[in-house]
């Protein structure tokens, strides 16, 4: 199994980074072979989308489609490809997921789906380009607000799943949210993501 980690916060070796490796720990302990590649999102270089739809309009029949820009998501598109499972972290900024994951997402949606999928009055929404099934997980964090009051401010989880699904036909066998971690510290869920990480296998 390729696992493919994607860590949205800008800090290193914080919360976010931290409940990533749990759950990557989580996964090793039931499947010790895995390949795992954890991307930390601030250590490349990927600029925001241009909405140039290259990669919308492209008819290619490959797995994903080229995008316009070079960067360092041309090595990345081949490690999402190669991926059977992902684990998504990110912490919550004004509720939704961070400028460095959005970006990542945006720059995945139409290289990885064509714009086939469609509901009664609308068409053109994403449809995955390849038939390969992945599993995924995903992990928010917030330093201030309490899981208790998640619904409130957690936009992201639902972002992501929504993102995954349609462009790389990923299901979300769940998630978590990692509240008020300035006063209760990350360690506080390190059981919870490592079974997390037991439920993607």
Same mark, same amino acid.
């Given at each position: 199994m390729n696992l493919l980690a994607v860590v949205g916060s800008p800090r290193k070796g914080k919360a976010t980074d931290l409940l990533v490796d749990r759950v990557i720990e989580g /996964?090793?302990?039931k499947a010790p072979n895995c390949? /795992?590649?954890k991307l930390n999102l601030i250590e490349y270089d990927i600029k925001h989308c241009r909405n140039c739809l290259a990669c919308r309009e492209s008819k290619s029949n490959e797995p994903y489609a080229r995008c316009a820009i070079q960067d360092d998501m041309e090595h990345?598109? %081949?490690d999402v490809l190669n991926s059977d499972a992902l684990i998504f972290g990110t912490p919550v900024h004004m509720g939704y997921a961070t400028a460095l994951m959005m970006s990542f997402l945006e720059r995945i949606c139409w290289t990885f789906a064509k714009p086939e999928k469609g509901y009664p009055n609308v068409r053109g929404c994403p449809l995955p380009r390849s038939d390969k099934k992945r599993r995924a997980v995903i992990v928010v964090t917030s330093g201030i607000i309490p899981p208790i009051c998640r619904r409130f401010c957690d936009h992201a989880a639902p972002l992501i799943r929504g993102v995954i699904e349609d462009s790389l036909n990923a299901k979300t066998v769940g998630d978590m949210y990692a +509240?008020?971690?300035a006063h209760r510290g990350a360690d506080r869920y390190y059981d919870k993501t490592f079974k997390l +990480? %037991?439920?993607l296998v």
């Open positions: /996964v090793r302990s390949n /795992v590649k990345i598109y %081949e +509240g008020d971690i +990480g %037991e439920k």
